[in-house]
C-alpha cells in the first residue's frame, strides 16, 4: 500500500482523498531549502461540512462494536505504521525540516507505542463499582463516547499530534475530524490512510486540510461537533474556547509553555549542562515541554553558563535528511523570524548574547544553508525576569538562563509566567526534589531529566498551558462520558421519598 501520493488532494473524508473545494493552492514547502514537497488544495467550509457528515454517519456503528473489535483495529493500525516507518520518518522530516534522526527515533516510533497502548486502553475503561448505593436503587456508571470529536493540531509534531488526538478519541467509541496545521499536513494523512488500511471504518477518522481562521472555526462551530480537542498556541486556544462555548462543547485545550529548568546547588553539573541543551534544542526548540528558561543557582552558574554556550558551538546544524544532523531548520521562513525578532528585540534591551543569536551560512555537511530557516542555537543572560524572552514562548533554539540565590527563589521564579506545562528539578537531594515537584505549577516535573515521555502517563498543562490529559488512561477520560444508571429495587409504588413534595408520611 502506498501511503504517500498524495495527488492534489489534501482532504480524507469518508475513506478517500479528495481535493478541497478552497480556491487558493497550497504549497507544503520544505524549510531546509524552499523546494515545494506537495502542493494541494486547501478545505473550504464545505469540505469541513462532509468531513462532519461522514463522522457522524459513521457514530452508530462504530460506537456499538465492542472494545475488543476496536481494540484489534488499533493494533492492525500499529503494526501497519510500523511497516511504514521509514516513509512517514522521510516525509515527516520533509515537510517539518526536523532531523530524520529525531523522526526515525522518536517522532514514529512513539506513535506505534501509543497505537498499541490505546489498543490495550480500548478495552480498559474504568468507573465505580455498580452498587445499591442508596439502599433502594442499584446504580451503575456507562462510560460513553461523546460523539463526533473536532480536532485541531499544529505543526510541531504533526504526526504524534494527530496520533494523540486520534487514538483516544476513537479508542473510545467517537469518530473523528482532525484538522492538522495547513502547513505540515502529510503524515496526519497517511496515518488516516493508515486507519482505513486497518479496517476502521470510512468516516471513523476524516482529515481535513485548511486554514485556522476558515476550517478550523467552522469545525469548533459546527453543531454536529460535540466535543473540541485543541492543541496549539494559548491565544488560539482561548478564540477555539470561546467559540465551542457559544454551542456548549466539551473542550481539551493543550497550549502553550515557558518550561523551567531549575539548577540547584547539589546537583550533577555535567548532567545539567547536556540535559538543558537537549532539552532546549530538542526540534529546534519547536517543542511545548522544551527547556526555556535555566534558574541554576549561583556557585553553579558560571559552569552552567559555559558548559551550554560550548556544546551549543559544537552542534551540528544541516541537512536534516543527513543522520548526522543534529539540528534541522525551524518550520518555516516565518517562524524563524518571528525567533530572531525575540532576540534582536532582546539585544536592544541590554541582554548578553552568549553564542548564536544568528542564522548560519554553512552546515556541517557543506550544506548551504541560507536557503533554509536556519537560526543557530542561542544562549541569552542577563536579562530580568519581566523580560520578553523571559515571559514569552519563543519556539525556538535558544534559552535563557538566570541565576538564583536561595531555593525559594528558584521555585518563586520558576512559577513566574502565565504558563505551566512541564518543568524540571535537578538535585541529588531528596527533600529538593521533593519539594520542587509539590511546588512547581505544571502538568509534569521531571527530576534530572527533561522531556521524556510515555505513553502510559499523562500529558497535559496547568494555567494558561490548557486543560485536559493527553496519553495514558486519563485521555480516555477526556473522550467519554460518565452517565449514571439508576434501577429502583423495590417496585413500591408508593416511595418514602415523595412525602418531600406531597403529602405526609
Ligand atoms: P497555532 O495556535 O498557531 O495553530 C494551531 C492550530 O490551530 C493550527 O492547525 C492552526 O491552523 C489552527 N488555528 C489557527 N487559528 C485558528 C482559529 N482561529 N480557529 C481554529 N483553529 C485555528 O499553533 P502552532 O503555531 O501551529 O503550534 C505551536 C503552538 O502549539 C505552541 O504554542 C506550542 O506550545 C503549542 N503546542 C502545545 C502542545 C501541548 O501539548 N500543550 C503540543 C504541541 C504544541
Known amino acids: 500500500m502506498d501511503l504517500t501520493t498524495f495527488g492534489s488532494g489534501a482532504q480524507y473524508i469518508a475513506g478517500?482523498?479528495?481535493?478541497?473545494?478552497?480556491?487558493?493552492?497550497?504549497?507544503?514547502?520544505?524549510?531546509?531549502?524552499?523546494?515545494?514537497?506537495?502542493?494541494?488544495?486547501?478545505?473550504?467550509?464545505?469540505?469541513?461540512?462532509s468531513a462532519v457528515a461522514a463522522a457522524k454517519a459513521a457514530l452508530p456503528e462504530w460506537s456499538g462494536v465492542t472494545p475488543g473489535a476496536r481494540s484489534e483495529a488499533l493494533l492492525r493500525l500499529a503494526g501497519i505504521l510500523a511497516d511504514h516507518a521509514e516513509e512517514f520518518a522521510r516525509v515527516e522530516t520533509a515537510q517539518t525540516g526536523k532531523p530524520i534522526k529525531l523522526s526515525t527515533e522518536f517522532d514514529v516510533p512513539g506513535t506505534v507505542d501509543n497505537t498499541s497502548f490505546f489498543a490495550g486502553a480500548a478495552r480498559n475503561l474504568e468507573g465505580k463499582a455498580a452498587g445499591e448505593w442508596s439502599g433502594d436503587h442499584t446504580s451503575y456508571v456507562r462510560r460513553e463516547a461523546i460523539g463526533v470529536v473536532g480536532s485541531i493540531s499544529p505543526w510541531n509534531y504533526p504526526l504524534q499530534m494527530a496520533a494523540w488526538k486520534i487514538l483516544p478519541a476513537i479508542a473510545a467509541g467517537n469518530t473523528i475530524v482532525l484538522k492538522p496545521a495547513e502547513l505540515t499536513p502529510l503524515t496526519s494523512l497517511m496515518f488516516a490512510r493508515a486507519c482505513t488500511e486497518a479496517g476502521i471504518p470510512d468516516g471513523v477518522v476524516n482529515v481535513v486540510t485548511g486554514a485556522g481562521r476558515s476550517a478550523g472555526e467552522h469545525l469548533v462551530s459546527h453543531p454536529d461537533v460535540a466535543?473540541?480537542?485543541?492543541?496549539?498556541?494559548?491565544?488560539?486556544?482561548?478564540?477555539?474556547?470561546e467559540l465551542a462555548t457559544a454551542t456548549v462543547k466539551r473542550t481539551h485545550l493543550e497550549l502553550g509553555g515557558k518550561a523551567p529548568f531549575v539548577v540547584f546547588d547539589d546537583a550533577d553539573l555535567d548532567a545539567a549542562v547536556h540535559g538543558a541543551v537537549a532539552?532546549?534544542?530538542?526540534?529546534?526548540?519547536?517543542?511545548?515541554?522544551?527547556?526555556?528558561?535555566?534558574?541554576?543557582?549561583?556557585?553553579?552558574?558560571?559552569?552552567?553558563?559555559?558548559?551550554?554556550?560550548?556544546?551549543?558551538?559544537?552542534?551540528?546544524?544541516?541537512?536534516?535528511?543527513?543522520?548526522?544532523?543534529?539540528?534541522?531548520?525551524?518550520?518555516?521562513?516565518?517562524?524563524?523570524?518571528?525567533?530572531?525578532?525575540?532576540?534582536?528585540?532582546?539585544?536592544?534591551?541590554?541582554?548578553?548574547?552568549?553564542?548564536?543569536?544568528?542564522?548560519?551560512?554553512?552546515?556541517?555537511?557543506?550544506?548551504?544553508?541560507?536557503?533554509?530557516?536556519?537560526?543557530?542555537?542561542?544562549?541569552?543572560?542577563?536579562?530580568?525576569?519581566?523580560?520578553?524572552?523571559?515571559?514569552?514562548?519563543?519556539?525556538?533554539?535558544?534559552?535563557?538562563?538566570?541565576?538564583?540565590?536561595?531555593?525559594?527563589?528558584?521555585?518563586?521564579?520558576?512559577?513566574?509566567?502565565?504558563?505551566?506545562?512541564?518543568?524540571?528539578?535537578?538535585?541529588?537531594?531528596?527533600?529538593?526534589?521533593?519539594?520542587?515537584?509539590?511546588?512547581?505549577?505544571?502538568?509534569?516535573v521531571w527530576v534530572n531529566d527533561h522531556i521524556p515521555i510515555i505513553s502510559e502517563m499523562p500529558h497535559g498543562g496547568y494555567k494558561s498551558s490548557g486543560y485536559g490529559k493527553d496519553m495514558s488512561q486519563y485521555s480516555l477520560d477526556e473522550?467519554?462520558?460518565?452517565?449514571?444508571?439508576?434501577?429502583?429495587?423495590?417496585?413500591?409504588?408508593?416511595?418514602?421519598?415523595?412525602?418531600?413534595?406531597?403529602?405526609?408520611?
Open 479 to 505: 473522550y467519554t462520558q460518565v452517565k449514571h444508571v439508576m434501577f429502583d429495587t423495590t417496585a413500591v409504588a408508593r416511595k418514602d421519598w415523595h412525602r418531600t413534595i406531597f403529602g405526609d408520611r
Open 227 to 241: 466535543m473540541v480537542s485543541f492543541t496549539g498556541s494559548t491565544p488560539v486556544g482561548k478564540r477555539v474556547a
Open 16 to 49: 478517500r482523498l479528495t481535493e478541497g473545494t478552497g480556491t487558493e493552492p497550497f504549497q507544503v514547502v520544505n524549510p531546509a531549502d524552499g523546494s515545494v514537497v506537495q502542493e494541494v488544495r486547501l478545505a473550504a467550509t464545505a469540505d469541513v461540512d
Open 279 to 444: 532539552a532546549s534544542l530538542i526540534n529546534s526548540g519547536q517543542d511545548c515541554t522544551a527547556a526555556t528558561r535555566a534558574y541554576v543557582q549561583r556557585p553553579l552558574y558560571e559552569a552552567f553558563v559555559a558548559g551550554v554556550a560550548e556544546l551549543y558551538a559544537a552542534i551540528r546544524l544541516g541537512d536534516p535528511m543527513n543522520p548526522q544532523t543534529d539540528l534541522g531548520p525551524l518550520v518555516s521562513y516565518t517562524h524563524r523570524d518571528r525567533v530572531a525578532g525575540f532576540v534582536e528585540r532582546a539585544r536592544g534591551y541590554g541582554a548578553t548574547i552568549v553564542t548564536g543569536g544568528q542564522a548560519p551560512a554553512k552546515g556541517h555537511d557543506g550544506t548551504d544553508l541560507s536557503l533554509g530557516a536556519y537560526y543557530r542555537p542561542t544562549l541569552i543572560t542577563g536579562v530580568a525576569q519581566d523580560s520578553e524572552v523571559v515571559q514569552g514562548e519563543i519556539f525556538g533554539p535558544v534559552l535563557v538562563a538566570l541565576p538564583f540565590d536561595s531555593d525559594d527563589e528558584g521555585l518563586r521564579l520558576a512559577n513566574d509566567t502565565p504558563y505551566g506545562l512541564a518543568a524540571s528539578a535537578w538535585t541529588r537531594d531528596i527533600h529538593r526534589s521533593l519539594r520542587a515537584t509539590r511546588e512547581i505549577a505544571a502538568g509534569c
